[in-house]
C-alpha cells in the first residue's frame, strides 16, 4: 500500500449503529487530520493529530471521537450519527515541523446515515 | 483571518482550449498556496504548491499557477485542456510558520469539459 488509505470506501449506517472509520499513512508523516465535504460546503477540518496528541479539534460534536493509536494510524469512531452527518470523509496527512506543508489525502469514506 | 475565495463555481472549456481558474486569498503574510484536484468520489490530489522563490510554479499534469503578490492570487494555468482535467479544483492557503493543520480551502470550482 502506498500513500494515505481509507476504509471502508462507502458505509450506510442507522441512526443507532456505532461505526468507525480507519485512515492509515504510508508516507512516514507525523500529523493527520479529518475532514468532512458535504456538497456545497468547504472542506470542513474536524481533528488535527500531531505526533498522536490531539491539537485541534474544530467544535465537531461528541459523536464523533477520533483515535490516533501511532503516527501511522488514525480512526473517527461513529455513534448516533444524524442524516446531516451523511457526507465524505477526508483523512490526510503531513509532515509538521514547524511550519505548513503539503497534506497527502486518502480516497474519502462515503458515509450515507439513514 | 485567512481565507481564500474561488470566485467561479462552474466553468465550462472546450477540450484543447486553455484554461486558468481563479484563487484569491486573504493573508497577512506571504502565505503557503496549494491546488488540489478532486475527481468524483476520490480524494484530494495536490496539483502544484508555492512556498518562496520563483513565483511561477510547475506542477502535474501540465498545469502552473502564478503568485501575484500585489493582487493576493494564485490562479492556476493550463495551456490545453483534456477531457480527462474535468473534476473539482480547490486552491489552499496555510500560514507560513502557523500551527499545524492551518490549511483553509476555498470552495472549489468544478471544470466541465466539452469535446
Known amino acids: 500500500e502506498t500513500g494515505v488509505t481509507q476504509t471502508p470506501r462507502h458505509l450506510v449506517m442507522g441512526m443507532t449503529n456505532k461505526k468507525s472509520l480507519k485512515c492509515e499513512q504510508h508516507l512516514g508523516h507525523n500529523a493527520m487530520y479529518w475532514y468532512k465535504q458535504s456538497a456545497k460546503k468547504p472542506l470542513e477540518l474536524m481533528f488535527v493529530?500531531?505526533?498522536?496528541?490531539?491539537?485541534e479539534n474544530n467544535s465537531v460534536p461528541s459523536r464523533f471521537s477520533p483515535e490516533c493509536p501511532n503516527s501511522s494510524h488514525l480512526f473517527l469512531h461513529l455513534h448516533t450519527l444524524q442524516p446531516e452527518d451523511s457526507a465524505l470523509y477526508l483523512c490526510a496527512s503531513s509532515f509538521e515541523g514547524g511550519q505548513t506543508y503539503e497534506q497527502y489525502f486518502g480516497p474519502g469514506t462515503r458515509l450515507t446515515v439513514t | 483571518a485567512q481565507s481564500v475565495t474561488q470566485p467561479d463555481i462552474h466553468i465550462t472549456v472546450s477540450e484543447g482550449a486553455s484554461l486558468e481558474l481563479r484563487c484569491n486569498y486573504s493573508?497577512?503574510?506571504?502565505?503557503?498556496l496549494f491546488w488540489y484536484v478532486q475527481s468524483p468520489g476520490q480524494g484530494l490530489q495536490l496539483l502544484l504548491k508555492y512556498f518562496s522563490g520563483d513565483t511561477l510554479v510547475q506542477g502535474i499534469k501540465g498545469f502552473e499557477a502564478e503568485f501575484k503578490r500585489s493582487q493576493s492570487s494564485f490562479n492556476l494555468r493550463k495551456p490545453s485542456v483534456h477531457w480527462s482535467d474535468a473534476a473539482e479544483y480547490f486552491c489552499a492557503v496555510g500560514a507560513n510558520g502557523g500551527s499545524q493543520g492551518n490549511l483553509i480551502f476555498g470552495k472549489g470550482t468544478k471544470l466541465s469539459v466539452k469535446p
Open positions: 493573508y497577512g503574510a506571504t502565505p503557503y
Open positions: 493529530y500531531n505526533f498522536k496528541e490531539q491539537t
